[in-house]
Each structure stands twice: as structure tokens, then as C-alpha cells.
């Protein structure tokens, strides 16, 4: 094509003509990918009330593919500032397992109970896919996928899975993903006692391989006798570790291909313990005021400043976690509605729970590469774990 | 600045809208979109843009000049800039967004994609249908199904608005 001459581009200013402009009419048309680049920025929410607009709309939101650039883009928004929480915490007086959703600046609101009845000692793990795993400590029992933003959850029978001959010390529950296998693992690691004089070690599951190995600590940490917290943080494997003081420091460690410390942070007054760490960066930790009422506290690592605070129950000691969970839309076939405790009667309705926790149904693949190691900090005679994928309800035992 | 003309050394480039207006643009603005920027690359000087229409091109043209003179410095003046490019009707950010998609000019894909979104979050889906322009093809028994397996998604109040 030859290039036009210079000078013949004048531009010509127009008045607000009606012609070529699209007509807005009922035959306006948009490309789906547009409608999709708009859609999946929307929180979970929206995208079930907007189902209903038209069969296009529905049958787009319900594509695998949707699903994960949408899940994509809620976990993007996870780094940012706008992160959303769930905070579980277990209250003294009645050790129900409460679950709280925290969107700063929003207040913070309690999330439906996964079951009609009364367990004691649960706890929680994840997400993978913002699918979180419920389990009872400490022998990893009453294990339930749950979907927090869908409100959806499942009970999961784990096939043959039996505690190892000798008695565990206890059960540790991890929710992983095998991008290889393209699907969901639950992993129940039984813990043997320790030994006396046990000197402390880290060992990291392998997903893919399923095999344990031991990584090696920094010397300053392994010999310390300080609090340790093993988590992840900016996308790496993290120590963090403080005094039992007040005014103590929290050192922040990394793994990348070698330990190294990145952050000390401080002096903090008034601190218990570390709770977690944000995919935003932040590190949340609890506190006690003067009134001993505990608070969950957002830090920025950088100017120790405190980014956001929520006064919390009066929880039992360590039962606090903090999780980022990005609102997703990806379902467990076999899932329902988790329903508001006071619109049941109790019994049927924990009768009816557990028939369903009796069908192992496939996890639908999802193709999307999300690794998650077991980890364990412990000075552990012996670990062994138990993997069952959920797609061929297969089932390894591997030893450390 | 467009009122230049007297710029000899700087490569030039020529857009022509669906409905036949011309502007000329430097090269170097233009190619922040991909489809401009591979028919550059394959020696193009004139770019006729079928899909494109002039209102929708005026404002794009704005934006890829205010953008290519992005600095450190003038951060703030680009933001309140975006804000104002945003700042318009339904059926304008539509038009734009449809051109943008066909330049592909990814950032401001983002920014129209993100503003859409953030519109029509809390509305109701009767509000959404008018301001996309989509008839419902849904029975009322159809609809009613979706809705109650839908329940929690239609609890509160929605905004009814169309702006």
C-alpha cells in the first residue's frame, strides 16, 4: 500500500453528528471477549445476580476458563491494599469455631457456620483456587472444602485413609495443588512424639513428587531459643521469629535458594504473636491492650506503622489463623448451600451433612498451576503422609 | 501538540476513521496501540480504521498523546486526566471500549474494563440489561430458577440506576 503523501491528513473537527455512531438499540452488539474482560473484574456477588441477565452472560460465568481469570484478577487484588481476610478464632468460654470475614476499612462480619452441630477444635487451611479446608484438630477428621464467597462447601471422605499402626502424636491438614496431576490434594501428615533432646528441623513436603525433604535452618535460628512463625511471605517460604519480651523485634527470613534476613521489625509493645502474613505484605500479628483485650493487627514491614486493627473475641490461646482468601467462583461438584445455622434443626440437619460426606465426588480440573508445599517446623521423629487426590480417590503413604 | 505542524524530523502517521475524518498523529504516539504499531512495523504511513468511529477517535488520539508524554513528574496530571476520560455515559464508554479493543491498547482496555466494572457492581440485573441494551431471553419460569439458586446473590438493595 503506498504511504499518503504529508498535508492530506487535515483534521476536521465535526459537530455531534449521529452518523456511524452505533445506535443503542437492542441489536447493539458487543465482542464476548469484552463482556468477559468487563465481567471478571466483578466480585462473586455481582456475577450470580448478573446470571440472570441473559443466557450469554449465564453460560460465560459458568466457563471454566471464566472462572480463572477471574479468580486471576480477585487474587491480584490480594496484593493490593484491598485485601479480604478470613480470621478464624475459637472463643474461651464456648471453643465454637468462629469464622470472620475482614474487608479493611469494612467491619468485620461473622460468616456462616459450615455445620449444624457442635465440633470442637476445628481449624483451618488454604486456599487453593479460593477453596479453604475445615478440618478438627488434631487428628485431621470432619474434613470440609468450603468456598467462602459462593457460600458452598462439601464434607470429603478421605477413602482408606487410616491413622498409621502406632499412635500419632498428631495430624497435620494441608490443601495443596498438583499442577502435574491438574488437581486437588488434601494431605493429612500423621506426627509422631518427639524424641528427647530433639534438635529442630524443617522438612517440606514435595506435591509433585510426593516426598518429603530436609531443608536446613539458619544457624541463628536453630540454636535461638526465640518464637518462631513458618509462612509464606511475598511469595516466599518465611521464618519469622521474636522474644518472648516486650519491645521485642520480629526478624523476617526468607528462602530464596539460601536464608537471608530481610526485615527486623519494631520494637512492638504489647505484642503476643505473629498471626500471619498478608499477600499484600503486610504481617498481622495480635495484641494486647491494656483493658487485655486482643486486637489483630495489619503491620507494614517496612515502617512498622500499623496499616489496619480489629478488636477481636477473647480467643483461645493460638486458635487465631488469618488467611487472604480471593473470592472465586470454582465449585467442588457435589457442594451446597451452607445454610444459617437457626433455620435447622439440629439433628437432621447434622444427619443429613454427613450422608452427604459419605459420596467422594471428582474435583473439577482446573488447569491452573498452584503448588502448595506441606510444611512442618517440628522436632518430629517421624512424619508420614497421606495424599488423596480427589479426582481418583487414590491414595499414597509416604514416609520422612 | 497537534497545532505543530512544523515537525519535519519526527515520523508522521495518518488515521482515518470509519466515517472518513483524517488525523495526523506522530508515530510515536500511535504505536502504544498494537494494531497500529504491526502495520508501522510493515511500513504503513496511513492507517484506515473501519471500526473506529471519529467521536470515539478524537477522544482515543487524546489519550495516547497524553500518555506519551508520560513522566515522573506529571503522574498526578495523568490520573486526573484518566479520571476526566471516564467521566462520560454508558454508551460512550461502550464505544470507546469497543475501539479500544480493536487498537488494542491494553492500558486503556484496563481502565475502561475496571470503570465499567466498578459502575455496574451494585446494580440491579434489570438496570444492567437497559444500560448494555440486552433483552432478556429468559422465560419468567427460566429467570425465577436462576434467581432462587441464586438467593443470597439478591439480598439487599440494588442500585436501579442507568448512569
Redesign the interface.
Known sequence: MPAKGKGEGEKKEKGKTQNGAPEPTSDFYFPREIISNILCRLPVKSLLRFSCVCKQWQSLISKRDFMATHYAHSSILQHMATSSIIVQTRPKECFKHVLLLYKPPESVVALDSLYPCFFPGMSIVGPVNGILCVFQSPWGDVITLWNPAMRMSKMVKLSETKAPPEVPFFVLVGLAFDSQKDDLLILRIFCSPAVPNYAEALVRFDVGKTEFDKMTLPEDIATGGCKKYLGTFLDFLAILTWEETDGCHIDVWIEDGGWSQIYQIGPLYGFSRILGCLWNGDIVVEKEDDRKYNWIIMLDPMTCSVNSEVRAHNSEKGSFVTINCPESLFLIEGMTQVVNLQDLPDESACKTILRLAEQFCPWYNLGIPVSVDAISLSGLQRLLAAVTTLSNSHHNICEF | M?STTETKQKK?L??K???N????IEESVGVQSETIKNLVED????VPLPNV???ALIKIIDYLKKHANKTDSNDEEIKTFDKDFVNTTF?DL??L??AA?YLHISCL?NML??T???R???K??EA??KI???????TPEE?AK??KA?A???EGQ?DESLD
Open positions: 497537534a508522521m495518518i488515521l476513521s470509519a466515517d475524518d483524517e488525523f495526523e511500513g504503513f504511513t496511513f468511529y471519529t467521536k454508551d461502550f464505544e471500549v469497543s479493543n482496555m474494563c475496571q465499567i466494572a466498578d455496574i457492581k451494585d440491579s440485573p444492567v440489561r448494555f441494551h440486552i433483552n432478556c431471553d429468559y429467570e436462576i434467581r441464586n443470597q446473590a439478591f440494588f
